[in-house]
């Protein structure tokens, strides 16, 4: 079969019977291994191929696109750039998606390689088409359009070649296709800004940012809420954030979220912009955003004590994340008795429906109640055993109960809050102190499924790495909990069986 296939690829610029030929080429190219094909890449005239994929025929199109697609794994993206640069700009324009797909897939792996990536920006019109691509219809091909590009910004000529050159019309021409192509272009200016901040430098001064701001200040609320997720992911970096704070965006973020209350259609928008705070706390300094912008805190609440299940989730999620580090919790713990009240609520909606709503706050109290070890001083074992006891009457069963009910996502997450505060010693001795909680916790027949028994398996682990464990559980329950460790997560205890002699 390599033979055959060898002595096809060959001759396959002559293919007497196209089809035929080709079902048979394309069995045996994938029976052959990289190496044999990468030997004889020289020998093989892939433009031939090339030429096959210009026909009105669906079936030969998609045979010499799966023969492509093996061959040119073996071939090195510099010999494909420098050999096959019109296939490949041709294979853009192409009508049918699998070939744009190959084409691209082509072009991603070209722009990881740094000689082949510079033929691209040796090449105008194949880079352009790159752009082009962008819009295209298949989201697949945009993507990987995204990616290339996003790729060949990180050297500083494909900067200059995408933002400082005739290739920056191409972008707004392309920006002007659609809504949603727009928006594909200031994910592409996200990501490239978020690289460094001579990138961003080269994205600002393009005037792209500009827009993309203009469009959160903006009155479409739709709009607001589709760019406010683009402002947040510049955020994420240092650059990003000194951006922002210097180009005043992160007070007009913060005095739209002050007029929300007087638009009837801020629920659109509000959740991002909540959402834009949280995360700017928890990557910056959650004590100086929520003193700065106190606004941000209010809100949060507000949004928590009311009785919209969707802005109740935005807010809890926004809760998790302001009080995933101890700087987080110490600012939630300044609100005092108003913070109490809602960690009562959160309990409460801990468990009553909707379920999804219920696995948020489940998630969030995790979140809120985990302290790494080298931070448990005694005043923050004390924050977080209050918080515990504001939950619920009787918390510690509260999420037992949950973790015994037939829906493995609460079940799960339910075991994720014993496993936050398993390494606290005033959970421990709660545990102890519960009847048959123990028990529960090294009995393996309770968890029916893979999620559940790694999710058990984390708990016992939290629990015997703690250095309280021992001289808290006795010495019993921590050998039965170590043992039940090293076993791992799915030990399943033999059974013997005795043969009767006699027995059916």
Known sequence: MAEEALELLARVSRLEEPLEELRALGV??????????????????LGSLFALLNVNDREQVALCVSILERFLQAVDPLYVIQNFREELQKGLFHSDDSVKLLTIAQVGRIVENSDAVREILNNPELLRQIIYCIGGEKIAVAKEAIKSLSRIAQTQDGLEALFASSFLVDMKNVMATSDVVRYRVYELVVEISSVSADSLNYCANSGLISELIEELTGDDVLVRATSI??????????????YLAQQGI?????????????DPFSGFYLPGFVKFFGNLAIVDSPQQI???Y???MEKVFGMAEGHDPTMIGVAVDTLAILGSNVEGKQVLQKAGSR?????NRIGHQAKNPPAELRLRCLDAISSLLYLPPDQQTEDLLGMTESWFAALSSQPLELFRSISTQP???????ALRVFTAIANQPWAQKLMLDSPGFVEYIVDRSVEPDKASKDAKYELVKALVNSKTIAEIFGNQYY???RAYLHEGPYYVKAVSTTAVEGAE
């Open 407 to 413: 829906f493995p996502d609460l079940h799960c997450g």
């Open 294 to 296: 106190p606004i941000f």
């Open 339 to 343: 913070f109490q009240q809602l960690l």
């Open 28 to 45: 045996a190219v994938q029976a052959l291994p990289l190496s044999a094909l990468r030997e004889r890449a020289s020998d093989i005239r």
């Open 250 to 262: 992160i007070d007009k973020i913060s005095n739209i979220i002050i007029g929300a209350d007087s």
């Open 479 to 481: 050998l039965r909990l």
């Open 290 to 292: 929520c003193e700065r």
């Open 229 to 242: 997720e683009m402002v947040t992911s510049l955020a994420y970096t240092k650059h990003g954030r000194q």
